[in-house]
């Protein structure tokens, strides 16, 4: 079963709260949410291997230390609010290759509706951090696992900043081999699909469009 891990380091917790805050503007709000993916990248990116180089220091001394080993990284956020935390990754992994998912929730039945796609052309070959600010349903970011599944992509996880349970077992249900990490749980969605307590709509607060 995927694993849901939960990001308590305290700069994330901090800035997550004034990200929540209603009277945070969008300009504050979209340097917090790099900022927050930033730190975020560096926590997930920890399992990435390593091999042993040898290189030859400013001193002239040679030594073995250590490089990772060759890992091909793709970042693919979800259309619109997900291409908030891309530079935040790219801080961090400024070589991955970034694709493109587009999709958007039906007002009326909350379903996901895909409606562009863009990937890395050998995506199948690379760890893939899936990024968007919110799990809320679950049903965007299922869709979007599915998109990268048929390209033919296994090792895929997805980043989030807030989620909820709902959400959550949603997604482990669908795809319980894609691990989920996350900054904070909340507590639930209410009946427009919006989470509680949540920060409101992250691509209309990211975007200046409400």
């Known amino acids: 079963m995927s694993n849901v891990i939960v990001f308590d380091h305290p700069l994330i917790q901090h800035k997550l709260s004034i990200l929540r805050d209603k009277e945070t503007t969008s300009k504050e ?17 920890r399992d990435l291997e ?11 001394e040679t030594i ?11 970042i693919i956020p979800i259309l619109r609010a997900g291409l908030g935390m891309v530079d935040g ?54 869709a979007a696992i599915d998109v990268l599944k048929k390209a033919g992509c296994k090792n895929i996880k997805s980043v989030n900043i807030i989620a909820v349970p709902e959400g959550i077992e949603k997604v482990k249900a669908a795809h319980p081999d894609v691990d989920i990490y996350v900054a904070a749980v909340d507590d639930h969605l209410n009946d427009h699909a919006y989470i509680i307590p949540g920060l409101g709509d992250a691509g209309d607060r990211l975007f200046g469009t409400k």
Not at 35 to 44: K, P
Not at 50 to 56: G, M, Q
Request: charged residues 25%; negative net charge.
């Open 29 to 45: 709000f979209r340097e917090l949410v790099t900022e927050i993916s930033t730190l975020m990248a560096y926590e997930v990116t």
């Open 50 to 60: 390593l091999e042993d180089v040898e290189i030859t220091t400013a001193m002239g």
């Open 64 to 74: 073995t230390t250590k490089k990772i080993s060759g890992k091909k990284l793709g």
């Open 89 to 142: 990754f790219l801080n961090i992994v400024p070589n991955a290759k970034v694709g493109h998912i587009g999709l958007y929730r039906d007002p009326e039945t909350l379903e996901p509706v895909e409606y562009y796609s863009k990937l890395p052309k050998d995506v199948k070959d690379r760890t893939l951090y899936l990024i968007d600010p919110m799990l809320a349903t679950g049903g965007s970011l299922i």
